[in-house]
Every structure is written in C-alpha cells, then in structure tokens.
C-alpha cells in the first residue's frame, strides 16, 4: 500500500459527460501528480500541484483541469468526455515538488467512456 | 514525441538467472533516473534510482547502470525470482524544469519462469 487514495477505482461514464476522479496523497506529501496510461502507451504526465499551486503542466488537454485543495487532496476534471480519453487515470504524489524527487503511485482510476 | 524508450515489450527469464532490462532516452538534459515496478490492477511502485553524477547504484538484487555517454540505462535484477514478474517502467526527469515531471518508456513485461 503506497498511502496515495485514488477514488473511484473503475468508472463508465457516456461521450459528452463530465466526471471527477479523486486523490488524497500521502501523509506529509505536499506535491500531487496525475499521470495518464492509454492503451499501450506509457504514462503520460499530465500535471503537478505542490502545495495548492499549479508546478508543472504536461499533455494535459483544454477539456481536463485540476486542483488541489488546502488539505491536499487533489480533484482531476475530465469534461466533455470522448471515447480517446478512456484509460487509467493515475495519481501520485512526493515530498517534495523536485525534480530527483521518488513519487509513489495511487492504484489509479480506470475510466470507460461509452 | 517519446523522450524514453524501452524497445523491448516483453522479456522471459528463468528463475535463478540474470534479468537485463534496457531503456534508452534521447534528452540530454535528463539527469534523474528511475525504475518502477508495476503489478496488474496496481500502481507503479519505485524500485531503485540513479542520478546522473553517478554510473552504478545497488539496492539487493537490484542495480542500474547508467551510460550517459550512450543514453542508455539498464536494470540488472541477480537470482531473478517468479515474484519479480511485473511490468517494469523506466522514467527520467530534469533539473530544467521549473516542475517536476517524469517521462515515462512504455513499459517491459517481465516474466520469470520457475
């Protein structure tokens, strides 16, 4: 068990719908991550908050966003939703917000859009 | 574009032997190196990492190497064993980033036969 929360652990939603998958970090990591994983693809960076603030953005499209909340925890929103953005949808989280930094990873979200 | 490969998908070992896996990257600028070790319907979980000031970093039965001449890393795990049979990620990551991402290979899909 690597103390990173991801909830739901599976969810089928329909194109055009908008869902929230949720984190809660580590206790005492103030950096979150979300990764995506596509069929046969490698994780995909999507984007880091550390600290409630926005650090690093990666191929994170317009239609998704993300925050993270005073308490740390960190919401990802995936809206008008197409059947391309059904993956594994993971989060992770660290420390510290730094580049040699070991993030530990969440079980993850599998999104189905139908 | 993939800043990280690892050009084998698959890899079979008999239990007792040497495992070798590879990944190569093509940004010079990476300089934190990491392996991940991941079990289906889990998430990744860290397995050992090298910095780039470094050639060789041991943890058990696990060592990388890294050639930064060749851009070119590799994870030796010594007696593999059935439980080390995962899908095993190599990521990088650079001090130039004002965030902190990891780009991750697709992945080798380690099997250790008895």
């Known amino acids: 068990d690597s103390g990173v929360t991801q909830t739901p652990k599976h969810l089928i939603t329909a194109t055009g719908q908008r869902v929230t998958l949720r984190c809660s970090p580590r206790?005492?990591?103030?950096?979150v991550y979300w990764y995506q994983q596509s069929l046969d693809q490698g994780l995909q960076f999507l984007i880091q908050?550390?600290?409630?603030?926005?650090?690093a953005k990666g191929n994170i499209l317009e239609r998704f966003s993300a925050q993270q909340f005073p308490d740390l925890h960190s919401e990802l929103n995936l809206s008008s939703l197409e059947l391309g953005d059904s993956a594994l949808y993971f989060c992770?989280?660290?420390?510290?917000?730094?580049?040699?930094?070991?993030?530990?990873f969440g079980q993850g979200t599998r999104l189905t859009v139908v | 574009d993939q800043q990280v490969k690892q050009n084998s998908p698959s890899l079979s070992v008999q239990e007792g032997r040497i495992s070798i896996l590879n990944c190569d990257y093509t940004n010079s600028m990476f300089d934190y190196f990491l392996w991940y070790k991941k079990y289906p319907a889990e998430g990744p979980t860290f397995l050992i990492s090298i910095s780039s000031i470094k050639d060789k970093n041991e943890d058990g039965r696990f060592t990388v190497f890294l050639n930064k001449s060749a851009k070119h890393l590799s994870l030796h795990i010594v007696p593999s064993q059935p439980g080390d049979s995962a899908v095993y990620f190599c990521a990088a990551s650079s001090n130039s980033n004002s965030g902190y991402a990891l780009n991750f290979g697709k992945g080798t899909s380690l099997l250790v036969t008895p």
């Open positions: 992770a989280s660290s420390v510290a917000g730094g580049w040699n930094t070991e993030a530990f």
């Open positions: 206790s005492g990591d103030l950096s």
């Open positions: 908050y550390y600290n409630g603030e926005e650090r």
